[in-house]
């Protein structure tokens, strides 16, 4: 096999494709935007911290098993699993909920907010794990050619499913638990998926079966970038080329193909097979300038929430916080039901601190910890102006010093802020959609942008906007996806 192949964008899904190309017999040759690969899973280094940008752990190993094997390469990152997997602490109260899957650890926090919630808790989980079983494989796991052969699969589900269809999250989460402290923090996975419980289909429980039953979260030693370096050493063992600083701009086309690709120096990059790691529609919209993907027709999509991350290297340690913590408001239905929308407000439903630093010592100066949080906000397309990032991330920083009972903001010695405009400038998301596309049940599975292109028979997708979805899971499964697609096809 030499075929060469150009990937756009190195997130975790073009690398997860381009390795398993490469150990098929391609040639793979990557083009990236930024100076360094990973996408939204990466890395700041800065004032002798580091810190994860994007995403701070990930549940389904067996999926990196599995694309490891595929690859018959040897796991190029360790990673640990997390015990507890998190923390959630409410407003207003010196208690902290240590997220465990162990039931009778679990249980025991709630004994006396939620009557007989260890039995409660089973029964969800119950219907979590019968989510999962009778809809991964069917509509997760496999490529659809058109819409009619989704909803055929659909129907094979089993029946016994189809009032969670007509649920929300919340809703679903509430047919079990009575006390808001269960009802939130069960349903705090749904923010997961870039939305809230208010807004997400109740399938979507089939996720707590995961995080409590089936896998649970892992840590990666060094942090979560040493999954991009790891992946990164593979490919360029294998032959893959990297060209870093390069934004592919423009294409060029004949009969039905594309032949390629234009930067925004002028320079073309050719191939025989291009993916695309770049948002699915975005690219289709921009590059390719698709009437379906439009500006107008864009702003007419369901995208998901924007995020405020900003990342705090501080003199001292922090003994009061485990590795991942949530803190909740007092507002969480009130608000999160509108924080897509109300920009207004400097209270917000929840926040997440990770402090990277606990599992990996290296990652702060001896001494410090490195900090991250993470707020839901409104994207773009809702909130347009961000000059009041410093006042916001004041608040947030006023209120975690207030909750450890620890002042935070004299001992910090770095500090670098994303809002949803540095999202969408450093990495083309559209309105700054920190997970891009929603999962609104007319956006997924062959609802959503298909993983190969409409008109060039040589060109295919990979990643969150496309099938099936945000998380780095779901990355790694669409570049399965994807690959079956290219190896099956005919090249001309």
Not at 323 to 338: M, R
Not at 342 to 364: F, I, R, W
Not at 418 to 446: D, V
């Amino acid at each position: 096999m030499n075929k060469n192949v150009l990937i756009v964008g190195t997130g975790l899904g073009g690398l997860s494709t381009g390795l398993r190309l490469a150990k098929r017999g391609y040639h793979v040759e990557f083009v990236e935007k930024n100076n360094q690969a990973g996408g939204r899973l990466n890395q700041l280094k800065k004032d002798g911290f580091t810190f994860d940008i994007g995403p701070s752990f990930f549940s389904m190993p067996y999926e990196f098993e599995e694309l490891m094997k595929d690859c018959n390469t040897d796991m190029p990152f360790e990673f640990v699993e997390l015990d507890p997997l998190y923390t959630v602490n409410f407003r207003g109260s010196d208690r902290k909920f240590s997220l465990y899957k162990d039931i009778d650890k679990l249980s025991e926090q709630f004994v006396d907010i939620e009557p007989d919630f260890k039995n409660k808790f089973k029964a969800y989980l119950k219907k979590c794990e019968q989510l999962y079983n009778d809809t991964v494989d069917i509509a997760i796991k496999q490529n659809f050619d058109s819409i009619p052969a989704y909803v055929k699969a659909l129907m094979g589900v089993n029946p016994v499913h189809l009032p969670v269809l007509l649920k929300n999250f919340w809703k679903q989460v509430n047919c079990y638990f009575e006390s808001k402290e269960a009802r939130q923090i069960i349903s705090l996975i749904a923010f997961f998926l870039g939305r809230t419980p208010f807004d997400t289909n109740a399938i979507y429980t089939l996720l707590s079966h995961i995080e409590f039953s089936h896998t649970g979260y892992y840590n990666v030693k060094g942090g979560m970038y040493a999954i991009v370096t790891g992946l990164v050493k593979e490919l360029e063992k294998s032959g893959a080329v990297f060209h870093y600083n390069t934004e592919i701009t423009d294409y060029t086309a004949n009969n039905g193909k594309l032949t390629g690709l234009t930067d925004q120096n002028g320079k073309k990059w050719e191939a025989d097979i291009f993916v695309i790691n770049a948002d699915a529609a975005l690219f289709r919209g921009i590059v390719f300038k698709r009437k379906k993907y439009s500006p107008a027709k864009l702003a007419k999509m369901d995208w998901t929430m924007g995020y405020l991350t900003f990342y705090v290297g501080l003199d001292t340690k922090i003994e009061q916080i485990e590795h991942h913590n949530y803190f909740l408001g007092n507002n969480y239905e009130e608000y999160a039901k509108d924080v897509m929308k109300n920009p207004g407000t400097l209270e917000k439903p929840y926040y997440y601190v990770n402090a990277v630093s606990k599992s990996n010592p290296d990652c702060a100066p001896e001494g410090c910890e490195s900090l991250f949080f993470v707020c839901p906000v409104p994207n773009l397309q809702f909130k347009k102006e961000w000059s009041d990032k410093e006042e916001i991330i004041r608040s947030i920083i006023d209120d975690f010093s207030d909750r450890i009972k620890q002042d935070i903001s004299k001992h910090i010695i770095s500090l670098s802020a994303y809002t949803p405009e540095e999202w969408q400038n450093r990495f083309n998301l559209y309105s700054g959609a920190g997970l891009g596309l929603s999962h609104a049940m007319l956006q997924i599975g062959a609802f959503r942008p298909k993983n190969y292109d409409e008109e060039f028979f040589n060109t295919f997708y990979v990643g969150a906007s496309t099938i099936p979805g945000a998380g780095l899971p779901m990355a790694v499964i669409s570049s399965k996806l994807v690959v079956e697609r290219i190896c099956r096809y005919q090249f001309n």
